[in-house]
DNA sequence: ATGCTATTTCGATATTCATGGAAATACTGA
DNA sequence: TCAGTATTTCCATGAATATCGAAATAGCAT
């Protein structure tokens, strides 16, 4: 959760949610966001570490990818317990819209 | 989104959560949470900065609550263009159950 | 007004965090 | 093996953050 918390991460992580399945190469992300490429690894090092973002070596680039599964825990984990008192159900309805 | 990176923080916001719409007042968080009382104001200045929190007199003590309509924008932030491609209907069904 | 409780502000410190250049490593293709 | 590209690690630095005791403020009851 706090890997989401550095606004530069959150920017890497939405650009890779953006991009699907197919994922983006290291490099892609570092022209698009413009960021210097040790920054960049350091975050999505820590982004890798959280289980947010996966990677996969594809000859010499390595493609990552925005783990869906984390990313939907984690939004459980964020609308949990927050309904016992049966008043929530527009932040149930907000989540699927 | 950056307040809730730190972990104290996600404890309070939580605890608010669970709390529901009655809420808590900040002592009965320093109690239940046993944080002390200049470190935990700090943390709900932050909260509150960043609207996930409100609060509200009640004579002698402060009442927090969750904002859940904060939260429900989060969700949806979260959830927001991971679906472009279509492969993550197991998010949506995620934020519900 | 005065005392009492709840909460915030002040001030200071230690720690963590973000950043990025330079060097190292990993992989591919010739 | 060598050259070339992609990415990470090393290292250092400045900035932001978390923490908390002590003092200040706010509101209520007497």
Redesign the interface.
């Known amino acids: ?2 890997s ?4 530069t991460r ?1 920017r890497i992580y ?1 650009t890779l ?2 991009a ?2 197919d994922g983006l190469p290291v490099g892609g992300l570092q022209q698009r966001l413009e960021i210097p490429a040790s920054t960049l690894s350091h975050h999505c090092r820590k982004l890798i570490d959280a289980g947010l973002v996966t990677q996969e070596r594809n000859g010499t680039t390595l493609i990552c990818r ?1 783990n ?2 984390a ?6 984990y ?2 949990d ?2 309904c ?2 049966g ?2 159900e ?3 309805t ?4």
Chains 1, 2 share one sequence.
Do not use: T
Request: aromatic share 6%.
């Open positions: 959760m706090e989401l918390g550095n606004p959150l939405r949610v953006r699907g399945f925005a869906y599964k990313m939907s825990a984690l939004i459980g964020l609308a317990e927050c016992a008192d008043r929530c527009d932040v149930e907000a989540a699927v819209a």
